[in-house]
Nanobody
């Protein structure tokens, strides 16, 4: 599966952005989908993830209540709605796909076999 992330940009503190990730290939609903981010000088970190059916989601603690992940299996799309953005949210955001990722492991980046190119989100103060 090939992944294409989009929707990044420059936004002011407190603003919102919606990232999209388009997946090619069949059986999109068979993939758990995750969003990760990589800020300068930091390791790539988990942001949010959703199971193939969409019935399970997981968020990093610092994103709970601000970010929302969703998916549209008919369109092979996964979204990340980001609200109340902070300067520390500035990073390159990546989408990833994994097969058979249990709901307890959605946060683990090594469970995802496929990665898209990133999209840059810059939050200015």
């Amino acid at each position: 599966v090939q992944l294409q992330a989009s929707g990044g940009g420059l936004v002011q503190v407190g603003g919102s952005l919606r990232l999209s990730c388009t997946a090619s290939g069949r059986a999109f609903s068979g993939y758990s989908m995750g969003w990760f981010r990589h800020a300068p000088g930091k390791e790539r970190e988990f942001v949010a993830a959703i199971s193939g059916s969409g019935s399970s989601t997981d968020y990093a603690d610092s994103m709970k209540g601000r970010f929302a992940i969703s998916r549209d299996n008919a369109k092979n799309l996964v979204y990340l709605q980001m609200n109340s953005l902070k300067p520390e949210d500035t990073a390159v955001y990546f989408c990833a796909a994994g097969v058979g990722v249990g709901s307890w492991y959605l946060f683990k980046k090594n469970k995802y076999e496929y990665w898209g190119q990133g999209t840059l989100v810059t939050v200015s103060s």
